[in-house]
């Protein structure tokens, strides 16, 4: 028998890469947790996502588009936002380059409190 381990956090989303598939949707977002005072980023999550949500998802991430990237990161293609929407993320592990593994959008925190963000540990 095969059990598999899923874990459940918060990360800030700082950016997403638009759809090659679907005109004017989300193909990936890029998630960020919090280290001290900064933001890490942490990989991204491509799957999850539900038409209806992602239409108003991109509409509300447009919004908040900024040019300078919030986190030491440099993805091709990619759109930063500022770092005020907060996701719901599945994940199975972490790599050991301390990003997401089979990550799963669920959707976004009902509060957006900063609080509940996941915290990487100095160790």
Known sequence: MKIKCIQSDSFFIV?????TAALGGIGRLLLAARKGNDLVYVGGVGTGFKLR????????LDTLKTAKSPVAAKRKGANWVQ?????EIE?????DDGKLRHASYK??????????????SDR
Not at 107 to 120: F, H, K, S, T, W
Request: proline content about 5%; charged content about 30%; hydrophobic content about 30%.
């Open 107 to 120: 959707g976004l925190r009902e509060g957006q409190d900063n609080a509940d963000v996941y915290m990487i």
């Open 15 to 19: 950016g997403y890469e638009p759809s």
């Open 53 to 60: 949500e992602t239409i108003k998802l991109r509409k509300d």
């Open 83 to 87: 770092p005020t929407l907060i996701a």
């Open 91 to 95: 994940y199975r592990a972490w790599t």
